[in-house]
């Protein structure tokens, strides 16, 4: 994936997204001892990044396999933006979520024409359910987070950010399924000016963490965690980039990320949900090591069931 791939990314799926704004607080200045800008991907159409990596990989299909419609997995937020980026070019929607996804996620993707299949709370389920699905539908297969176009489609966030603050010295994005610290990272090393990349990653589902540390991609045997966006693990496109690219993976508590979601309702007024928390909750566990510099977070989507808040 080359620098000239990202540009022609962004180009393709301009007229499909919103550019995100950017936005900064003095308050959370002065609580991190850095000069922090937020973009606020929260604000995105659906409400998450996610929609700029499906509505690029539905771009690129065929002919005829747009006839046949388009099928993934996903929690919540990539089974809304695939169900909203097909019925934006008139293609069907084979969605394949675990049953104890949030429910404003399920109504959300019907809403936008999605046809839900439900599955069990597990990686296994979620992959077998939708090679089932691509078995019987022909509907052709989009990875959340492991599809090339994917990965590249997530990564016009950060360049969307290096073009508004180029000299950027880190750039922190939340770690679940990989596509978009991966997109990230690419876009940082293409665009930045030695920017380096810094994920956030929640102990109890520290899979990437993990895998940075043996070399190869780590699993989760559990993922309780109220980031339900990052109960997933890497695949084998992203992770040879977030090994090149990526400086680390700082791990947060359960408490942290409902501080920092927390944090930026009250004192931004912005609504983010507790996955889009995680980046700002590693920026403040280990702030000392970031005052002083510019840093841009990724607060990567604000799709929330109000009737199960953490606080």
């Excluded at 799926?13 to 800008?37: C, D, E, K, M, W």
């Excluded at 929260?42 to 002919?63: E, H, I, T």
């Excluded at 104890?100 to 992959?127: H, L």
Aim: charged residues 20%.
């Amino acid at each position: 994936m080359t620098r000239e791939d990202l540009t022609a990314t962004h180009t393709r799926i301009a007229p499909y997204i919103h550019r995100t704004p950017v936005l900064t607080s003095r308050l959370l200045n002065q609580i991190t001892g850095a000069q922090v800008f937020f973009k606020c991907e929260n604000f995105q159409r659906m409400g998450a990044f996610k929609m700029r990596g499906a509505v690029n990989a539905v771009l690129q299909l065929s002919d005829a396999q747009k006839a046949k419609g388009v099928v993934t997995h996903s929690s919540g937020n990539f089974a809304q933006a695939l169900a909203l980026a097909a019925q934006s070019v008139g293609v069907k929607a084979y969605i394949v979520m675990p049953q104890n996804a949030p429910q404003v996620k399920k109504d959300a993707v019907r809403g936008y024409g999605g046809e839900i299949i439900e599955c069990a709370s597990t990686p296994i389920a979620r992959e077998e359910v939708a090679a089932q699905v691509e078995q019987e539908k022909g509907a052709y297969f989009i990875h959340p987070s492991n599809d090339r176009a994917v990965i590249l489609g997530q990564g016009t966030a950060a360049l969307e950010l290096l073009e508004d603050h180029p000299d950027l010295a880190y750039l922190f994005s939340p770690v679940g399924g990989g596509g978009l610290i991966a997109g990230t990272a690419l876009a940082a090393h293409f665009f930045g000016q030695g920017c380096k990349v810094i994920g956030g990653e929640p102990f109890a589902a520290d899979d990437a963490y993990r895998s940075l540390q043996s070399g190869v991609i780590e699993s989760n045997l559990s993922t309780n965690t109220v980031a339900d966006g990052l109960r997933t693990q890497l695949g084998d496109l992203n992770f040879p980039i977030i090994r090149e690219h990526v400086a680390k993976i700082i791990r947060v508590e359960e408490t942290e990320i409902i501080g920092a979601m927390r944090l930026v309702w009250e004192r931004m007024k912005l609504v983010v949900e507790p996955s889009s928390a995680v980046a700002l909750a590693a920026l403040l566990r280990e702030k000392e090591a970031y005052a002083g510099q510019k840093v841009g977070v990724i607060l990567s989507g604000g799709n929330v069931d109000l009737g199960q808040l953490p606080f």
